[in-house]
């Protein structure tokens, strides 16, 4: 059964798996927010698509950035974690875009891969609706735990949840900490400070 997180809750995966946890997915997925108010309603809100990108900043144990998995480098260069490809709307029921880790092809020396979804196109947190993050082991597609982000504001970037290693179990910890910035690259610094 799933795990519904809050800010800076985490979660064992190796607890949530009903097997040997060598496969997992990050998933995320959102809504355009509807107009409000008379004139919202009115006269719309301008554009019926919002581009966010989930990303996937890979780093050692020193706390170093040794890879980036986003829309421009659609797989690690040791191949172990792959982007679903670039979502620009939003559109469609389930995740908009995942990110899948193969963690029995990790490097010994990556210790925390840090999710993030930024806003290529600039539009704010306050124009999205209904977005989460998840996590799910990827054979069996059974989900081990979720986060929803309810934190709207007029920030552009999200360092969602961090994916650590301890010896040799995985932790899940969602961080929902709001960052400014239109490309995975724009929130390596937010990411840093995550882990």
Do not use: C
Not at 37 to 59: E, Q, R, T, Y
Not at 165 to 177: H, P
Request: proline share 1%; glycine share 10%.
């Amino acid at each position: 059964m799933s795990v519904s997180l809050s800010k800076n809750q985490s979660v064992s995966l190796a607890k949530q798996s009903s097997s040997t946890l060598s496969a997992i997915t990050l998933g995320v997925g959102w809504d355009v927010a509807k107009p409000s108010g008379f004139f919202g309603k009115v006269f719309g809100s301008g554009s019926d698509s919002i581009d966010l990108d989930a990303s996937a900043i890979v780093f050692d144990n020193r706390g170093n950035v040794v890879d980036t998995v986003w829309f421009r480098q659609l797989k690690s260069k040791d191949g172990s974690i792959r982007h679903s490809g670039d979502n620009l709307t939003g559109e469609g029921e389930g995740d908009d875009e995942s990110i899948a880790i193969d963690l029995t092809r990790l490097p010994a020396n990556v210790e925390h891969i840090v999710l993030t979804v930024n806003s290529f196109r600039g539009q704010t947190f306050d124009k999205v609706d209904n977005a989460y993050g998840r996590v799910f082991e990827t054979n069996s597609n059974r989900e081990l735990a979720r986060f929803n982000i309810s934190d709207s504001g007029a920030h552009t970037g999200l360092v969602l949840a961090v994916l650590s290693r301890d010896g040799g179990e995985w932790t899940f910890k969602a961080v929902g900490n709001r960052a400014n910035g239109r490309t995975a690259n724009d929130l390596v610094s937010s990411a840093t400070a995550a882990i």
